[in-house]
């Protein structure tokens, strides 16, 4: 089982609908969460962190923390075709410990 | 504030010649990372840094791979002999500490021919 995981998609959606992208993680142990988004070419720009259970919410993204379920989610609403990018999920075990990749879920968001 | 910056943006080398690159991170950032990140898939690290002691370098390929941070600011990773394989890119982030969001430079695009 790969320490964090990802739907590669890609993931569809029609402008201004609501995106949902999901990631599962196998350590229990693992305390921070982030959200990066990746254009093609470009480099990882961090969306949302997330540390504790419930919903975090920033503008028009929400990230979601499941720690029973060993999932965190990020909704994106009322998408744009400039938020078709690859999301990538990051888990950080805490203590000081690496954190993580996913391998990233392309969205593309249709006019 | 400036952002995490990386030198250079691109390089192309012959195989089993040596390249180096270099990372400036932010300001008052502890912890430096050295990535590499291959087409579709995420950034794996290569090595991790608080200020000058590298605490986790258990994924860098120590036979050819090399870095440092001297005086636990800048920081340098060397690939010496340079393989095919080693075409990637190679990104540095920088965070306040260990448990913190990362922030990423512009990362260097190596390949190797």
């Known amino acids: 089982q790969k320490e964090v995981e990802q739907n590669s998609g890609p993931l569809s959606v029609p402008e201004g609908a609501i995106a949902s992208l999901n990631c599962t993680y196998s350590?229990?142990?693992?305390?921070?969460f982030f959200w990066y988004r990746q254009y093609s070419g470009k480099s990882p720009e961090l969306i949302m962190s997330i540390y504790s259970n419930g919903d975090k919410e920033d503008g028009r993204f929400t990230a979601q923390l499941n720690k029973a379920s060993q999932y965190v989610s990020l909704l994106i609403r009322d998408s744009q075709p400039s938020d078709s990018a690859t999301y990538l999920c990051a888990v950080n075990k805490g203590g000081y410990q690496k954190v993580t990749f996913g391998t990233g879920t392309k969205l593309q968001v249709i006019p | 504030e400036a952002g995490v910056v990386q030198s250079p943006r691109y390089k192309i080398i012959e195989k089993k010649q040596p390249v180096a690159f270099w990372c400036n991170p932010i300001?008052?950032?502890?912890?430096l990372y050295w990535y590499r990140q291959n087409l579709g898939q995420g950034p794996e690290l290569l090595i991790r840094y608080e200020n000058e002691e590298a605490v986790d370098d258990s994924q860098l390929p120590k036979d050819r791979f090399s870095a440092e941070r001297l005086k636990g600011v800048d920081s340098t990773l060397k690939i010496q002999p340079a393989e095919l394989g080693d075409s990637a890119v190679y990104l540095c982030?920088?965070?306040?500490?260990?448990?913190?969001?990362?922030?990423f430079g512009q990362g260097t695009r190596l390949t190797v021919v």
């Open positions: 300001s008052g950032h502890n912890t």
């Open positions: 982030a920088s965070s306040f500490n260990g448990n913190t969001e990362a922030f």
């Open positions: 350590d229990r142990g693992s305390q921070s």
